[in-house]
């Protein structure tokens, strides 16, 4: 198959012949080859949209015969990363056997069950409703993809016509359906009745291509989007202004992140109150000409039409009706807006609901947006966890380039509401939900450690995020912080952290922070106080200096840490955790240490004060008191270790052993061991628990509050 590969300018051709030429023979390899470089380019499919396919002749394991098997991405999953596993490969023939069996429309979703008797490779993934789309086409390769220019002319009213248009016959169109195992047999019937065509438009959905090689169906599917965006290119402007023109200039973009950061705690507080929701915000360009345009209510009043972008961002987003520089300082008067905005969009989704529920249909979930809309500033998207809110905007994007081109060369139509709500409360989406695993104790939460590039606060910090939260690594150090990023950015991903450099005795860098933690994940909920310093002197070597910095850091850093943490969760108002680490020094007297253990018995009663104020606003704070913990810290690498060996008459190196050895348990304090603190106290067993004082020492009597 011969092609000008420099004749695509709407998406990337990646095929490597090369590296397919090593895959020769091997239809599955190439299959996950294909998917992986088509799912590379965001403007050919969106995260977890679509699906691909092969088939192949492989050798029965129980009769030793060839038999034909399909191999097509399973249930859930990414093309983009697609792997082996995350195919389900099912005998053709029993899949053919399914159409004798079929009852009708009506009880189509009885056969995605029958699909498990089909099941060729017992590793493989569970099938998907969009198994028969592929089953029943007679083709070894296919793409069924979910490309913006391509749901553009699927989703415009005069898409048919257009499909004619632009593709001579050669892309057949089949009107609105939902997947499922009809949709498979349609397809079927709409390739038998136009023989020689070398793909299907779906109407308000997307797209299938084939071919009878990896790299024909590859190059099919290039060549089709490739043409819709060139269509769309060509006839923006045509029509008039997009989206009706601009209604209004979006503000600097600075200013754009600084409003979105004071406004997002407000948005998380009211989007969690069903369950905590973790923030995405974006104020990319082209949501910025949607959002400032005459056409953004009427167009994003109509909903999405592809499912996949329908599934991810709700029946239609929140527009906020609030001048972008809007003065945010009256916390009572802003809040009185957004609450009243919430209101009337929670009745609305409430009698969407009532007005299309079935008598089967799974009862009513979270009535509040998944997508708000704030003209001039920007879009937030709030879910479970931030992939999902990061996807969501991604997918609410796609929808706006859906718009785009569909105005642009016709009208933009969307789902009727009643084929929306089929899809949002399809029983076999609301099975898939109930299948999903059981959330992590700190899923949904954001945590902000203090000093986490290392020692204790980087092993909470990763304690936390295998626990299920977002965190905000952070480190006056800035060389430290960049290897904590890397290091971080390997084991977990950019969707479970940021970071920031702070000076804890600085409220500038501390305002930065929570300004950095709002944008990325819109609010906190753990706030950690680990940054610490040791100085060990005798009262009469203790310099003035010394003195201030124990107590900027100690006492003044953990006030203004919490301060300033505590004005976002109480926009919030959904609660949260402080924790303080302290020292069992706030409670031990010991030589050589009035500075270090004053300061230390500053914070631990500052902690008190504080559970004391702030229980009105469910906001817990509570100590953990270690001792010791010398791995991976700063403050055992210079002279406070000296000074503990000149005060206890020990070498250095024996001072691990030396502080194990007069424990109670004798047994070295590690990281680890505070983090294990530390979640206990947020981890949800403790939710009723404030104002207490946990010591993870090893046992040191001396040190017992009680």
Request: proline fraction near 4%; charge should be negative; hydrophobic fraction near 40%.
């Amino acid at each position: 198959m011969q092609v000008d590969v420099n004749s695509f300018k709407h998406v990337k051709y990646l095929w490597d012949e090369k590296k397919a030429a090593e895959l020769e023979g091997d239809e599955v390899a190439l299959l996950l080859y294909r998917s992986n470089i088509l799912g590379a380019d965001l403007r050919i499919t969106n995260y977890g949209g679509g699906n691909t396919s092969c088939k192949t002749i492989e050798k029965d394991p129980l009769t030793g015969k060839d038999t034909k098997v399909m191999w097509v991405k399973g249930s859930g999953g990414d093309i983009g990363t697609l792997k082996k596993s995350g195919l389900a490969a099912l005998y053709m023939d029993r899949l053919n056997s399914l159409k004798d069996i079929y009852r009708g429309l009506e009880f189509e979703d009885e056969m995605v069950e029958k699909y498990n008797y089909c099941i060729f490779d017992l590793a493989s993934k569970a099938p998907s409703i969009d198994t028969s789309l592929h089953a029943f086409l007679p083709f070894n390769h296919i793409d069924h993809l979910h490309p913006d220019a391509a749901i553009a002319i699927a989703a415009a009213k005069d898409g048919e016509q257009i499909t004619k248009e632009i593709f001579g016959g050669k892309v057949a169109w089949l009107p609105w359906q939902r997947p499922g195992f009809d949709l498979g047999l349609q397809l079927s019937k709409c390739q038998e009745e136009n023989p020689g065509i070398t793909g299907i438009m779906l109407g308000s959905h997307g797209l299938f291509t084939w071919g009878d090689t990896a790299y024909e169906s590859y190059v099919n599917s290039l060549t089709a989007i490739d043409t819709c965006a060139k269509y769309l290119e060509e006839n923006y402007g045509k029509k008039g202004p997009i989206f009706g023109g601009a209604k209004l200039e979006s503000i600097p973009a600075e200013d754009r992140k600084s409003q979105a950061a004071k406004i997002a705690p407000v948005l998380r507080g009211l989007c969690s109150s069903d369950a905590n929701m973790i923030g995405h915000f974006t104020d990319d360009e082209r949501v910025l000409e949607f959002a400032n345009s005459n056409d953004v209510e009427r167009l994003s009043a109509m909903g999405t039409s592809c499912p996949d972008h329908f599934l991810r961002t709700k029946i239609k987003p929140l527009v906020l009706e609030i001048p972008a520089n809007e003065d945010l300082s009256d916390a009572e008067g802003l809040k009185a807006k957004m609450v009243s905005a919430f209101e009337e969009y929670r009745a609305y989704y409430t009698e969407y609901y009532e007005n299309h529920k079935h008598a089967n249909s799974p009862a009513i979930r979270d009535r509040n947006p998944v997508v708000i809309i704030w003209p001039g500033v920007g879009m937030f998207t709030f879910a479970k966890n931030k992939q999902t809110a990061r996807v969501s905007s991604e997918f609410y994007i796609n929808a706006i380039n859906v718009m785009k081109g569909s105005e642009a060369i016709s009208e933009y139509t969307s789902l009727p509401l009643q084929e929306a709500f089929n899809i949002e409360y399809w029983l076999l989406e609301e099975a898939k939900l109930q299948r999903m695993p059981k959330e992590k104790p700190l899923s949904r939460r954001i945590a902000l450690i203090t000093g986490s590039a290392g020692g204790i606060g980087k092993a909470i910090a990763k304690k936390f995020i295998a626990e299920g939260a977002c965190v905000v690594i952070n480190d006056n150090d800035p060389e430290r912080l960049e290897e904590a990023k890397a290091e971080f950015e390997e084991a977990y991903g950019a969707d479970a952290y940021t970071s920031a450099v702070v000076d804890v005795t600085s409220a500038a860098t501390i305002e930065e922070a929570y300004k950095t933690t709002c944008l990325k994940f819109g609010g906190v909920d753990l706030i950690v106080n680990c940054a610490g310093i040791s100085i060990s002197r005798s009262l009469t070597d203790h310099t003035e200096k010394e003195w201030d910095a124990l107590y900027d850091i100690l006492v003044k850093g953990q006030f203004l840490v919490s301060q300033k943490g505590v004005e976002i969760m109480q926009k919030q108002e959904i609660g949260g955790d402080i924790v303080n680490i302290v020292s069992k020094n706030a409670l031990v007297s010991g030589p050589n240490n009035a500075g270090y253990g004053s300061a230390k018995a500053a914070q631990l009663h500052m902690s008190r004060l504080l559970a004391a104020e702030l229980g009105k606003d469910k906001i817990r704070v509570n100590v953990l008191n270690p001792d010791a913990v010398i791995a991976d810290s700063k403050i055992w690498a210079g002279a406070w270790a000296e000074g503990r060996s000149k005060a206890y008459g020990v070498p250095v190196e024996d001072l691990p052993k030396f502080y194990a050895s007069r424990t109670l348990l004798n047994e070295i304090i590690l990281p680890e061991d505070i983090a294990n603190g530390v979640f206990t106290f947020v981890g949800g067993d403790l939710s009723k628990s404030t104002g207490n004082v946990l010591n993870v020492d090893g046992g040191l009597a001396a040190g017992f509050v009680r």
